[in-house]
């Protein structure tokens, strides 16, 4: 087996990461309602902000009316120069033609989901749009309705959002749970309105789409860490099982480099739970693990000292324990660098400051979590 140096262990890692990011694939989600009611704000608000950078997207419609922005683990499905309500025959035309197409590609490829909003300040829901929202349940899409911009106090929201939404409720629309969800998607200092409603709307979004792309919506959104957690813990575990499986051989202290493919696999999964790029993601990875700093001494060689029952003779033999331990505190390790990527808190990309900061945020969690773990 090739020593993991850098380059090894990076190349390795963007494989791993690419594989899972295909398993996981992608969730798509159409967004509908009237120009400037918000709609990119509360999506760049749950999801972050690359859909909005990328531009228009991808026309996916001979008419040209539909675009899908893609990125990662999330599409998002927009109108451009058809306004719901005005053009609702020729906009259910474009998107019934649009699913149609879909109906035999992978769930992946397919639409799963649609966010209508309604801006409670406009105080006003149409007839045309109810019959939209009516007409996108009939094509078979959950339909999750939101009030954007909803002003509150305490938690009281604006009274004449509650009578708008009494107004639609009245209507007996087809929507998901047959709830209607105030929001507030950016925070206001002049106002001092702070954002709100956002996570009910992600767990509606679990709710309406299919269990297939919940992986993926987990992976996009960038508001609901635990769920992230919740996956990763997964990862963690499955390859401590398949690590501790592995060291029960037991395999010599020199062959401990067999588990470094069960550990990138689960670094990688990790990484694509908490939405980090690929390049950022390898770039962090070779930086927790620093291989380059001793000279291409495998990142099991360099590290083992730190878990309790390790032999440090290079003949000593790894024992299951011990190579399960090193696994599961590998794996929280990273989950702790990959949250604190994912919420911005670490400078910039591939500096190295950044390389400096991520090597001993993951040394102090991996001790930690080593010195911890009870022997199972
Ligand atoms: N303060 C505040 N402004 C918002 C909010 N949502 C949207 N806006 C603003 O309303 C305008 C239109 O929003 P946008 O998301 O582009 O609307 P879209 O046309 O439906 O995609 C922008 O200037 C946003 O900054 C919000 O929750 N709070
Ligand atoms: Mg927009």
Not at 30 to 39: D, H, L, Q, R, Y
Not at 169 to 198: K, R, V, W
Request: hydrophobic content about 45%; glycine content about 10%; overall charge neutral.
């Amino acid at each position: 087996m090739a020593k993991p140096t850098d380059e090894w262990f990076g190349q390795a890692f963007g494989k791993a990461w690419k594989d899972k990011a295909d398993e996981i694939g992608r969730f798509n989600l159409a967004i509908f309602g009237k120009t400037g009611v918000g709609k990119s704000t509360l999506v760049n608000a749950i999801f972050g902000s690359e859909i909005a950078r990328t531009g228009i997207g991808e026309p996916v419609t001979r008419a040209e009316h539909l675009y899908l922005h893609q990125s990662g683990a999330l599409g998002v499905l927009d109108t451009r120069g058809l306004e719901v309500g005005r053009d609702n025959a020729a906009l259910i035309g474009e998107l019934k033609d649009y699913l149609h197409g879909m109906r035999r590609k992978p769930l992946a490829e397919q639409l799963h989901v649609a966010w209508y909003c309604v801006r409670a300040g406009d105080r006003r829901f149409e007839a045309t749009e109810a019959d939209f929202i009516r007409a996108l349940h009939e094509l078979g899409l959950p339909v999750i309705l939101v009030l954007t911009q909803v002003p509150r106090s305490g938690d009281r929201v604006h009274p004449d959002a509650e009578a708008l939404a009494a107004s639609i409720a009245a209507l007996e629309l087809p929507i998901q749970d047959g709830l209607i969800h105030y929001t507030m998607a950016l925070a206001d200092d002049f106002t001092g309105q702070s954002a709100y409603g956002l996570q009910e709307v992600l767990d509606a979004t679990f709710r309406g789409a299919p269990d297939g792309v919940a992986h993926a919506i987990t992976s996009a959104q960038r508001i609901d860490f635990e769920r992230k957690r919740e996956r990763a813990e997964v990862a963690v575990k499955a390859a401590t099982g398949a690590a501790t499986t592995a060291g029960a051989s037991p395999i010599p202290f020199s062959d401990a480099a067999l588990l470094v493919p069960i550990q990138i696999g689960m670094m990688a999964s990790i990484a694509v739970t908490y939405g980090i790029s690929i390049e950022r993601s390898t770039a962090a990875s070779i930086a927790a693990t620093a291989a380059a700093t001793t000279a291409g001494r495998s990142v099991v060689t360099n590290m083992i000292k730190f878990v309790p029952g390790a032999g440090t003779a290079v003949a000593a033999p790894i024992s299951a324990t011990v190579a399960g331990t090193f696994t599961y505190a590998m794996g929280h390790a990273w989950m702790r660098v990959c949250e604190r990527l994912a919420r911005g808190e670490l400078a910039a990309v591939g500096g190295a400051l950044e390389s400096e900061s991520v090597h001993r945020i993951f040394l102090e969690e991996f001790k930690t979590r080593a010195s911890r773990r009870k022997p199972s």
